[in-house]
C-alpha cells in the first residue's frame, strides 16, 4: 500500500527567508501525481503545487517549488521569501495515475505545520 | 473557479442525534469525497462517490453513511452522533477520470459532539 510520511510536524522560519518541507512516500507505480496543498488557519486547503512523476523537471509556482527525486521517493517543498501569509499547515498528497478502483483515492501525509516569524 | 461549499461552518450536536453534513460544488465534477481532519492523524477518508448514487467506503467509514442523489451534492450522515466523531469534516470534489485530479476542497465543518 501506498504511504505519505511528512517527518517535520512543525517548523519555523523567519520571515523573508527560506523554508524546505519534507516529504517521502513508498509505491510500487512508476506513474503517479504528488500534491502539496496547503491549509491556512480557519481557511479552506487550497492546491500549491503538483508534479506527474513522469516530468524530470521540478514544478515551480512563484517562490514554491519541489526538488523530486524519483528513485528517493522524496517530493520536497521550498517556499522561498517566506511571507506572514505562507504561515498554514502543508500536506503533502499522493494519487496514482489511474483512478480505476476504490484504491486510487488521494493519500495524504500528516502534515507540517508551518509558523512564519515576523 | 471552482466553489465548493459547505452548509455550516460550526455545528454543535447531541450525542444520539442524527446529523447532516451538506457539501455542494458548482463545477460539474464527477468525485466528491468526505474526510475527517484531527490534529496529528492528518486527513482520512470517510467515503466518496464517483457517480451520482455511487459511493465508495474509504478508511474510517464506521459510524457514517453518505447519499449523493444529484452530481453536485454529497451529503454525510451520521446516524447516531457520538463523543468521537467530534472533528474537522472536510468535503472535497474533483474532475474525476484520467490526468492530476486536483482535489477542490470546501471550507469544512467543526463538529463538537456533547
Known amino acids: 500500500a501506498q504511504t505519505v510520511t511528512q517527518s517535520q510536524p512543525e517548523m519555523s522560519v523567519q520571515e523573508a527567508e527560506t523554508v524546505t518541507l519534507s516529504c517521502t512516500y513508498d509505491?510500487?507505480?512508476?506513474?503517479?501525481?504528488l500534491f502539496w496543498y496547503k491549509q491556512p488557519p480557519s481557511r479552506q486547503m487550497i492546491l500549491v503545487i503538483r508534479?506527474?512523476?513522469?516530468?524530470?523537471q521540478n514544478a515551480t509556482e512563484n517562490r514554491f517549488s519541489v526538488n523530486f527525486q524519483k528513485a528517493a521517493k522524496s517530493f520536497s517543498l521550498k517556499i522561498s521569501d517566506s511571507q506572514l501569509g505562507d504561515a498554514a499547515m502543508y500536506f503533502c498528497a499522493y494519487r496514482r495515475e489511474r483512478w480505476q478502483s476504490a484504491d486510487d483515492k488521494i493519500i495524504f501525509g500528516k502534515g507540517t505545520r508551518l509558523h512564519i516569524l515576523p | 473557479d471552482v466553489k465548493v461549499t459547505q452548509s455550516s461552518r460550526y455545528l454543535v450536536k447531541r450525542t444520539g442525534e442524527k446529523v447532516f453534513l451538506e457539501c455542494v460544488q458548482d463545477m460539474d465534477h464527477e468525485n466528491m469525497f468526505w474526510y475527517r481532519q484531527d490534529p496529528g492523524l492528518g486527513l482520512r477518508l470517510i467515503y466518496f462517490s464517483y457517480d451520482v448514487k455511487m459511493k465508495e467506503k474509504g478508511d474510517i467509514p464506521e459510524g457514517y453513511s453518505v447519499s449523493r442523489e444529484k452530481k453536485e451534492r454529497f451529503s454525510l450522515i451520521l446516524e447516531s452522533a457520538s463523543t468521537n466523531q467530534t472533528s474537522m469534516y472536510l468535503c472535497?470534489?474533483?474532475?474525476?477520470?484520467?490526468?492530476?485530479?486536483?482535489?477542490?476542497f470546501g471550507p469544512g465543518t467543526r463538529l463538537t459532539v456533547l
Open positions: 508534479q506527474e512523476a513522469y516530468k524530470q
Open positions: 509505491t510500487s507505480e512508476s506513474d503517479y501525481y
Open positions: 472535497a470534489s474533483s474532475s474525476g477520470g484520467e490526468g492530476t485530479d486536483t482535489q477542490y
